[in-house]
């Protein structure tokens, strides 16, 4: 694993290139593979030591703020772009979410690690986050669930996390002023400015950070959602369909509730051609989640321009923005994006508030749409757009992550939503 | 308050207006009529029809028209053509929009009546907060309460406020007079919710055309019937724990062999706090546990399940509204697994142990559940067990109302959930309703904290000698908040400590890991989760680590690390400062600091709450930024619209002075809190003399306004308080401070038995008690209290039978004073005065006396210079003679009943006093003597606290009072006996047992038993008296002198009331005890106090 993380940092050429392409200022940011584990047996120590960790890590913003913090998992200098997430539960789920590549997550909820990780709750194979950004490191888990701590994990699949930092002024700052750009660094001999000017001369808006975290080549997906965390849900009626699902950094919750709806999904890399997919007579087409700017990524919208309108299709999340994109519409950056687990959204076709779990820093502008997209969701925190339907071209998309994990389940049915369209579409045909 | 991370940047806002989406209901405005039909008709003509109580769900159908149009609305703003999906999606989300009911007017809330175990203060919190919110939607309130100490039936509340006793009697009667459109049940506790059914049950809603709303009739049913909910959470495949429901005791030991291991969970319905509830180990314990349990329950029905010990407990706050929104307002993880009552436990909000899928499925089935139970709108709270070992999910009950976890809930998220629910309860739905604390989201959201909130109860189990401190299933703590104290325990205390659930385990964990016990061990025996026992362990090797360093050797580092923790714990509270966007950015405007009651506890409870919330609400109309201080989350002191600032902080000298110096406030206040804030009162005024800090607004010291911390303490000590009194000529009872055994023995010899004992400086009279002799009084000093130069006792002379005088008086700064109210205890001098029933105005004092009282307690007030509240009880003998028992120079317990009484607000004025108005300016300067006679009632906890005796004693056990109001003496004191929960029957068969200081009066009593149709039972002691008299009487065996004795009389129903005085044998005591405990289980009134007989 930590090599394979070492391959997506350093040596992975699409992202590489991507940041030279599109950002003259860019820099390869580079990662020691080496971990100091933190002791979890402090009794161990006696008590002539002092029983806490002296800080040892830095994070340097752009906005030239030092924040002193305690390292753990791996050590090195990273630098990446930094969001705060308000979930209070899920940190595993967001460590292994793709869609953070590039970047910090600052988790609000002070006690992190206190139930471990454990095997059930990966969202992807590996995790591309650039560091986690936390209060209160948990000193020991309680979970019956439990395999692993969560430094140890950090630390084997060589991802940079620090503690005992004031995650409450951060956050404030990043609302304030919108995200940040920061470096994060366990490296004594780096002086401030030097950070500093690392994070002053990185930039992620207009990086194609999806080739780095799609999968390389097409594969089939059969798990559904465990029986044991599958939730009460209704509108399925045993039909298949066949996905083939667009892997710009797809979760994998959203192939488990595809299965459990009964869908029978082919996953296919990021650049796959439409015209292959076409050639494959899906029953629909899910464009999934994925990290960074959807201007970054022309060749997907275009892929997505080939296939509406032929096919039954579902964005989510990127999939979404691409959508709007392939539509005509235009996408921008947010302020410091949506990310956590309680965002209020209207279904403005059932008039109900769901809650749901978000996780994009880009929205689509509804304004730029062409005439007969209806926007069928909008955040109620902002009024921003958050699902767009377009019954002509047998469309549907969701900003936000209806397959939850972490997050509420509210908006579920949304899966029933496509399988409906599909069936639709089946008997038109 | 809450620091809710709601995103608000306006990225788009320009495509939706705010006002389209978040106050549609404006809309709704003009369409009631086209659906009048639907709704509740006043008249009951239209009644008569339906068969049916009027329960039937309520449709605010609005004409999908309408409906189509605001969407269409919000489509066209935003540019895109409006494609109708109506027909597509009809099928599927066919539901209405909910708006703000117009064809209801008026509402009638219910209260939670008097403070009880298991109902405290928070049902005060959230009434009051439902009284604002229909007021400010124009809805005409009123409310029913028969606790006087609240602030829910100030005047200024509800349109109409009735202290009156809560049974469904009279409440019907203000039903008929009032005739209100709708009641809403959910906001005043257990008491309310049976209430509501009641008056369903007996026809009075329909009879009235009163709607249900909040919780209708069939909910309530189901949350509330252990057998309908077991049912229903079958229907949606949620497990609960083997169980099966008795209604006598054969079926309930059916049960048991069925399921076919203890320990087992008895659960009475329809009780709150658990009552009658408990924990059975064994067949024995079982049986007796079984029959408190199916007395104490409203359907003689109990719940005996498999006990899910050492299985984590979860509980989570849901809303729902009639559009079918539901969302988590926060989830609770208590410390104390599966066997302590959730009262009982510490707990932590939010959760720490689930991952989001364990979490997920616990909101998933949390929104099942309030949907299958049917609960509309509103809040409700659901309470899970999960086991540690293989994540096993059980549903253990639900609330469908607002609890007092909703009210810690609020605090902790900042979300107003009362306020909501009651606005929810007259149509409006979550979106509609702007959050209060972000202004600019709707409250249709799931707050996101970024702190813990921990809450730590108080018990009294101190105050209840011979009931056993342990806890179970039945709350017994009184209060809320945070208690440290370090106790010495030897191996086998502590492993007794944790294994079984008591109010000091966490002091025994902490004692545990001093000596080096691993938390696997701890795990094992107290079953609490590892993750907070690391918690706890990281704290002790932080401390240990510092104790064994010299303090020199701490580096700077080390210091800022240990601060810096301990900064971080305090971050939370200092941050849930009402205004949450400036961290903490003190104003320079003129302003006070109040300080609040800390945790409720017996001896200081709600009515201190209402007194500090009255001074916030007169101080800000008087121009003044008010700044509360307070660390219990129950009140309504610590809402977030009470004051300008609220600091939710311990009350502790540090914690004070630390918010001075930030503050830096006009004036503070420390004479309304209570007990607690005045022991402060000395060292923040050695601070300020030390320091002379200057205030804020730039116009002069920081100081503390009211009566001098001098004057305060002269009043404490009992020397210089002596010689006041002397300078002043006024008596006292004859008394002495004894600091050896020596001394007391002397001082009681001298002034002769009975006398009344009591350690000096105490709260609401603990320690205290009336001796008779020598023995007793050395049995007292060598087990009670112990006697030291340090700690004095005092001896006081035990005024036998004489009247006790309670009197508020107010004085002002320019030396008026006035006469707040006399009051006329109705138990003898003695009982303390918390838990005595008192009457304004007296009905038995004459009026020489009565200017005596008057005359020195003016004199008194000017002499202390007391600026603000003043209280003095007085005795009066039965030859007339006047003593001056205590005087406190601070707001009392009685404040509330009095304002009541005589219509006067002496919490305000008393502030607006202190900041420096005279009574003149106040309009305030003659005594008010009222026409009406009221009566205030304490209510007491005793059937809670199993295996402790009933009596009343000058130390105070009662946790709240109720009030009765009327013209006729009689009635209101019937009134507010009814309202206090007693029963007393019009005839039946009374059993007397009087001592022989009391023997006297018997004749009279009896007589007076007669003479209403009552037949006399006795025992021997007392039937020989009666029949001496002539008096009828039947004989019954003591329980120690063989059987049928008066027990089995008791169990048998063949008593409907008891009078008992305590006695001095033995054998009688035991006995007494037993029947006693007995009565209570079994319900019969009990009067223990001569005087009570004669009422």
């Known amino acids: ?429 | 308050m809450g620091y809710c991370m709601n995103h608000s940047d306006n990225v788009s806002s320009r495509l939706i207006s705010s006002s389209s989406i978040l106050t549609p209901s404006k809309s709704y405005l003009s369409k009631p009529k086209s659906v009048g039909f639907f709704f509740y008709s006043k008249k009951p003509k239209t009644q008569s029809s339906s068969s049916s109580l009027n329960l039937r769900s309520w449709l605010p159908l609005l004409p999908p028209t309408v409906l189509r149009n605001q969407v269409n609305l919000v489509r066209s703003e935003l540019g895109i053509s409006a494609t109708n999906n109506d027909s597509t999606n009809g099928g599927v989300f066919n539901k209405q929009t909910a708006g703000k009911r117009t064809d209801i007017k008026k509402i009638l809330i219910l209260g939670a009546g008097p403070i009880v175990i298991g109902q405290a203060c928070e049902f005060d919190y959230s009434g009051t907060q439902a009284c604002k919110a229909l007021k400010e939607e124009g809805y005409e309130v009123v409310l029913i309460n028969s606790n006087p100490a609240t602030i829910m039936t100030d005047p200024e509340l509800a349109d109409r406020t009735y202290i009156t006793p809560m049974t469904p009697e009279l409440v019907e009667q203000v039903l008929e007079q009032e005739r209100p459109d709708a009641l809403l049940p959910t906001m005043g506790g257990q008491t309310a919710l049976n209430l509501a059914v009641a008056l369903a049950e007996r026809g009075a809603l329909e009879k009235y055309g009163v709607e249900l709303i909040g919780a209708k009739l069939d909910a309530i049913k189901k949350a509330e019937d252990r057998d309908l909910f077991k049912q229903a959470m079958k229907n949606i495949g949620i497990k609960t724990p083997p169980s099966g429901i008795g209604t006598t005791l054969d079926e309930c030991i059916g049960i048991a062999n069925s399921i076919g291991e203890f320990p087992l969970i008895i659960r009475p319905a329809f009780t709150l706090g658990g009552t009658g509830g408990g924990i059975a180990y064994n067949i024995e314990e079982f049986e007796s546990i079984c029959k408190s349990g199916l007395a104490a329950s409203l359907t003689t029905q109990v719940l005996v399940e498999k006990s899910l010990l050492g299985w984590k407990e979860y509980e989570l706050e849901v809303m729902r509204d009639l559009a079918d929104n539901v969302v988590i307002i926060c989830s609770i993880e208590n410390i104390d697994a599966m066997g302590v009552h959730t009262g009982d436990s510490i707990t932590v909000a939010p959760a720490q142990t689930l991952t989001d899928k364990e979490y997920q499925r616990l909101r998933d089935y949390s929104i099942a559940i309030i949907r299958e139970i049917g609960v509309e709108c509103g809040g409700s709270n659901v309470q899970f067990a999960v086991n540690p070992k293989d994540g096993e999910v059980m549903v253990i009950e639900m609330n469908p109302r607002v609890s007092r976890s909703s009210a810690l809930a609020s605090k902790a998220t900042g979300f107003p959930i009362a306020k909501m629910a009651a606005k929810l309860s007259v149509g409006y739905s979550l979106d509609q309703i702007p959050n209060d604390i972000t202004k600019k989201t709707p409250a249709s959201f799931e707050p996101s904290i970024d702190y813990v909130v921990t809450k730590i109860p108080r018990f009294a189990f101190e105050k209840f000698p011979g009931s056993e401190p342990i806890l179970t299933t039945q709350m017994k703590s009184v209060g809320e908040s945070m208690a440290v104290k370090e106790l010495d325990w030897d191996w086998e205390q502590l492993r007794y400590s944790l294994r079984v659930p008591n109010p000091d385990r966490i002091h025994a964990i902490y004692a545990a890991m001093k000596r080096g016990m691993k938390v696997d061990d701890i795990h094992e025996l107290s079953y609490i989760d590892k993750w907070f026992l690391t918690q706890l362990k990281e704290l002790v090797d932080v401390e240990q680590y510092l104790l064994a360093q010299s303090l020199s050797h701490l580096t700077k580092d080390d210091f800022y690390e240990v601060k810096r923790r301990e900064f971080e714990a305090n971050t939370p509270y200092m941050y849930s400062s009402y205004d949450f966007e400036c961290e903490s950015a003190p104003t320079q405007r003129k302003k006070v600091l109040i300080l609040g009651g800390g945790p409720n506890r017996i001896g200081q409870g709600i009515e201190f709450d209402y007194c500090c919330c009255h001074t916030s609400f007169a101080l800000q109309k008087a121009g003044y930024e008010t700044i509360m201080m307070n660390s219990n989350p129950e009140t309504v002191s610590t809402d977030y619209d009470t004051s300008d600032r609220l600091y939710f902080e311990p009350l502790t000298v540090e914690d004070v002075l630390n918010i001075i110096d930030l503050e830096r406030p006009d004036g503070i206040i420390v004479q309304f809190g209570g007990q607690t804030p005045l022991k402060l009162a000395l060292p923040i005024q050695h601070y300020l003399d030390k320091y002379k800090p200057l205030c804020a607004s730039g116009t002069g010291y920081v100081s503390i306004w009211g009566t001098s911390p001098d004057s305060i303490d002269a009043a404490e000590d009992r020397e210089r308080f002596n010689a006041i009194l002397k300078e002043l000529e006024i008596e006292q009872p004859k008394g002495g401070i004894a600091k050896s055994e020596a001394d007391a023995l002397a001082i009681a010899a001298d002034i002769g038995y009975p006398v009344v004992v009591r350690p000096s400086y105490v709260l609401g009279g603990r320690g205290m008690e009336i001796v008779y002799s020598d023995d007793k009084l050395v049995t007292y000093l060598e087990n009670a209290v112990k006697v030291d130069p340090e700690r004095p006792v005092l001896v006081d002379k035990y005024l036998s039978d004489a009247i006790e005088i309670d009197v508020d008086a107010l004085a002002d700064s320019h030396g008026n004073v006035v006469i707040g109210g006399i009051m006329e205890h109705i138990e003898q001098a003695g009982v303390h005065s918390g838990d005595s029933a008192c009457m304004l105005p007296t009905k038995t004092v004459s009026s020489s006396c009565l200017e005596t009282i008057r005359s020195w307690t003016t004199k008194l007030a000017k002499r202390l210079n007391v600026c603000g509240l003043m209280n003095c009880q007085y005795a009066i003998t039965a030859s007339g003679e006047v003593f001056l028992l205590e005087a406190n120079p601070r707001a009392s317990r009685t404040v509330p009943f009095v304002s009541k009484a005589i219509g006067q607000p002496l919490a305000k004025y008393a502030s607006l006093v202190m900041s420096g108005k005279s009574l003149h300016d106040l309009c305030f300067t003659k005594e008010v003597i009222p026409q009406h006679v009221s009566v205030k009632e304490a209510v007491l906890p005793f059937e809670k606290f199993q295996g402790c005796d009933v009596f009343l004693g000058p130390e105070m056990r009662s946790t709240g009072e109720v009030m009765g109001i009327d013209f006729v003496f009689a009635i209101a004191f019937a009134k507010a006996q009814i309202a206090a929960g007693q029963k007393l029957p019009l005839s039946g068969t009374v059993f007397l047992s009087l001592n022989d200081l009391t023997k006297p009066q018997l004749a009279t009593i009896a007589q007076a038993f007669l003479g209403l149709g009552f037949r006399i039972v006795s025992t021997s002691g007392t039937a020989h008296v009666l029949e001496l008299e002539g008096i009828p009487v039947e004989r019954v065996l003591k329980m120690h002198e063989g059987r049928p004795h008066a027990g089995d009389m008791i169990a048998n129903g063949q008593i409907q009331l008891m009078v008992i005085t305590s006695s001095g044998d033995t054998l009688d005591q035991k006995d007494g005890r037993k029947l006693r405990r007995m009565a209570l289980s079994y319900k019969i009134p009990i009067i223990t106090t001569v005087a009570w007989s004669f009422g």
């Not at chain 1, 992975?12 to 392409?21: E, T, V, Y």
């Not at chain 1, 059930?120 to 194979?125: N, V």
């Not at chain 1, 689509?364 to 955040?379: F, R, Y």
């Open chain 1, 1 to 429: 694993m930590a090599t394979k993380a070492l391959d997506y940092a350093v040596r992975s050429p699409s992202l590489s290139a991507g940041f030279a392409s599109k950002s003259p200022k860019a820099r390869v940011f580079t990662v020691r593979c080496s971990s100091a584990p933190l002791s979890t047996d402090r009794a161990a120590i006696g008590l002539a030591e002092r029983p806490w960790k002296v800080a040892d890590a830095r994070l340097v913003l752009e906005d030239g703020s030092i924040w002193r913090a305690k390292s753990f998992g791996a050590s090195g200098t990273q630098v990446g772009e930094l969001v705060f997430n308000t979930s209070l539960t899920g940190y595993q789920e967001i460590l292994t979410d793709p869609s953070y590549a590039g970047q910090f997550v600052l988790m609000t909820n002070p006690h992190i690690g206190n139930t471990g990780v454990n095997f059930d709750d990966e969202e992807s194979r590996q995790c591309f986050l650039a560091g986690l950004v936390i209060r209160s490191l948990s000193i020991s888990t309680s979970n019956w669930r439990c395999t692993k701590t969560l430094d140890d994990y950090l630390a084997e699949r060589n991802i940079m996390g620090i503690y005992d930092v004031d995650t409450r002024a951060i956050t404030r700052r990043l609302r304030q002023d919108g995200s940040l750009i920061g470096v994060l660094s366990t490296e004594e001999f780096k002086t401030d400015e030097e950070l500093l000017e690392m994070s002053r001369s990185w930039d992620i808006v207009g990086v194609d950070l999806i080739s780095g975290v799609s999968c390389k080549a097409p594969y089939e997906w059969v798990d559904k959602t465990d029986s044991e965390w599958d939730f009460i849900s209704s509108g399925r009626d045993g039909d298949t369909f066949h996905v083939i699902a667009y892997d710009f950094g797809i979760k994998h919750n959203i192939l488990r509730r595809l299965a459990s709806y009964g869908c029978k999904i082919t996953v296919v890399p990021s650049k796959w051609p439409a015209s292959e997919t076409l050639k494959m007579k899906p029953d629909g087409v899910i464009f999934s989640n994925g990290p960074g700017d959807p201007s970054a990524v022309p060749y997907a919208v275009e892929t997505v321009k080939e296939i509406i309108g032929k096919i039954p299709v579902f964005g989510i999340c990127m999939g979404h923005q691409l959508l709007g994109q392939a539509l005509g519409g235009q996408t921008f950056k947010m302020k410091f994006g949506h990310h956590g687990g309680n965002h209020p959204v209207r279904n403005l076709r059932s008039n109900c508030v769901e809650i749901s779990a978000q996780n994009h820093n880009y929205a689509v502008d509804p304004a730029s749409l062409p005439k007969g997209v209806e926007v069928t969701h909008i955040n109620l925190n902002d009024g921003s757009c958050a699902g767009l339907s377009f019954p002509q071209l047998k469309l549907m998309s969701l900003q936000y992550h209806p397959e939850a994990s972490p997050g509420p389940h509210d908006s579920d049915p949304a899966f029933g939503e496509f399988m409906q369209l599909m069936k639709q579409e089946k008997q038109n045909a």
